[in-house]
């Protein structure tokens, strides 16, 4: 997949999403071999989530999420999680992949995540 390929499934992923009541594109940038994007998604109980993703290829049609943050924020912008790949806790199981959960000072560790996996763990939460 090409990285402006990447962008347009991530795009139409948004627009696809049941859970998702508006989106705002902060920053959009595509080249031939990467790309980046910062997004924030307003959802239906009104929580908030931000994304930032910035995809790399070696070669055009194999582009990779290289690193990511998914920010999700309740209705009052409290931090509810955060899942990034940021190296800076080198010393949690599957480094660098990890989560804040209620709190930036507590994070734990965490499988790669991609949008998918996010709107998927949240759509899981807001069924509760």
Sequence with gaps: MKPIEYLEEFERLIVETPIIKSFQIKER????FEAYIKVRLTLL???VLEITEFVQASEEDDAQLKRYSYHWMDASSRLKVRWDNVRHYPNLPDFPHHLHDG????????????LQKVLDAISHQLEE
Excluded at 29 to 32: A, D, F, G, K, L
């Design 103 to 114: 709190d930036e000072k507590n994070a734990l560790s965490g499988e790669s995540m991609s």
């Design 45 to 47: 109980d009104d929580s």
């Design 29 to 32: 940038i595509s080249r031939r």
